[in-house]
């Protein structure tokens, strides 16, 4: 059964700072995974998607990589803003066809 | 605008009763999803659907069923709500072809049962 954790819970940071999230999976046979945030009371946006022959993906400040046999991947922050305090959450896609998501983690930028 | 969208935003009810929770997706997609996120904030997999197959997850509670009137749409019907339903569920949808494309998700409901 695969199941997906997140470190740190919780993050705090002052602005500008980059950071790190941490996301393991304990199955690796993946098709791919994704990252989101989800800001408080709303939705999930994704923010990265990489596939399970991938090793990285980029989008603005935001670098994901993808260490399939190991079971990690990493969401890399760069210049971190305010705007960026969310929930950060990770997700595998498996051949069930669904997401297994991690607990999430929950960061927050101080001005 | 192209989105995923759910209605209601909220809903609040009384045990026993059902309810129905819609969700519709403009991007042509063809799978699927509900997840429900509970109070820890832990989201889960209920069900993937598309035109040919509908996949349950097996700890989801046959109180709970979701109905496709078109590719756009998957509705969640909710019988015989009990206190423990309170969630907030979310509605996602994916491209065609293949299980490597990204999910994409609906606002969410916040269902409260009192």
């Known amino acids: 059964k695969q199941e997906v954790t997140q470190i740190p819970a919780a993050l705090s940071v002052p602005e500008g700072e980059n950071l790190v999230l941490n996301c393991s999976f304990t199955d690796s046979a993946i098709y791919n995974l994704q990252w989101f945030r989800q800001d408080p009371g709303k939705g999930l946006t994704s923010l990265l998607l990489?596939?399970?022959?991938?090793r990285e993906q980029t989008s603005g400040r935001l670098n994901a990589s993808l260490d399939k046999s190991s079971g990690r991947s990493t969401l890399y922050i760069a210049a971190s803003q305010p705007g960026d305090s969310a929930t950060y959450l990770c997700?595998?896609?498996?051949?069930?066809?669904?997401?297994?998501f991690g607990t999430g983690t929950r960061l927050t930028v101080i001005p | 605008d192209t989105a995923v969208s759910q209605t209601p935003k909220y809903l609040v009810t009384q045990m026993g009763n059902d309810k129905s929770i819609k969700c519709e997706q403009n991007l042509g997609h063809d799978t699927m999803y509900w997840y429900k996120q509970d109070s820890k904030k832990f989201l889960k997999i209920m069900f993937s659907y598309n035109n040919k197959e509908l996949i349950i997850n097996e700890t989801v509670p046959n109180r709970f069923s979701p109905k496709s009137p078109d590719k756009a749409h998957l509705n969640l019907h909710i019988n015989s709500l009990e206190l423990g339903d309170s969630a907030v569920y979310f509605c996602a949808s994916s491209r065609p072809s293949g299980r490597g494309n990204e999910q994409f998700f609906g606002p969410g409901t916040r269902l409260t049962v009192l």
């Open positions: 997700a595998v896609r498996t051949g069930a066809n669904n997401l297994f």
């Open positions: 990489i596939q399970s022959s991938q």
